[in-house]
């Protein structure tokens, strides 16, 4: 079994950071892409980034594009997602995700997960 935990959440004001962090265990880690989601209230769960498995691939959601950075320390089974100018629309439980199938280069899909975080909250004022 798979367990996911976030942290770094918090509150924040429009135009500052933070880094989320992810702990991975009960797998090898490094054999797996793994992803960033969101959900805000009333809405569906969204994509945020996403990794390769060997950290050589990365993408991003294009409302994210120059502000966020997705990294993985496969040494310590922990990925990142360091977000830079934060705006009240980036408002939400941030979730880390694993992939299903090894080698993957990190989908946008959330079917392509199978192993989920239990959230931490973002929350930035204006």
């Known amino acids: 079994q798979v367990q996911l935990i976030e942290s770094g959440g918090g509150l924040v004001q429009a135009g500052g950071s933070l880094r989320l962090s992810c702990a991975a265990s009960?797998?090898?880690?490094?054999?797996?892409?793994m992803g960033w989601f969101r959900q805000a209230p009333g809405k569906d769960r969204e994509f945020v980034a996403a990794?390769?498995?060997?950290?050589?691939?990365?993408h991003y959601a294009d409302s994210v594009k120059g502000r966020f950075t997705i990294s993985r320390d496969n040494a310590k089974n922990t990925v990142y997602l360091q977000m830079n100018s934060l705006k009240p629309e980036d408002t939400a439980v941030y979730y880390c995700a694993a992939e299903q199938s090894a080698y993957g280069s990190g989908s946008a899909s959330v079917y392509a997960y199978n192993y989920w975080g239990q959230g931490t909250q973002v929350t930035v004022s204006s």
């Open positions: 990794i390769s498995w060997s950290g050589g691939r990365t």
């Open positions: 009960g797998r090898t880690f490094r054999s797996y892409g």
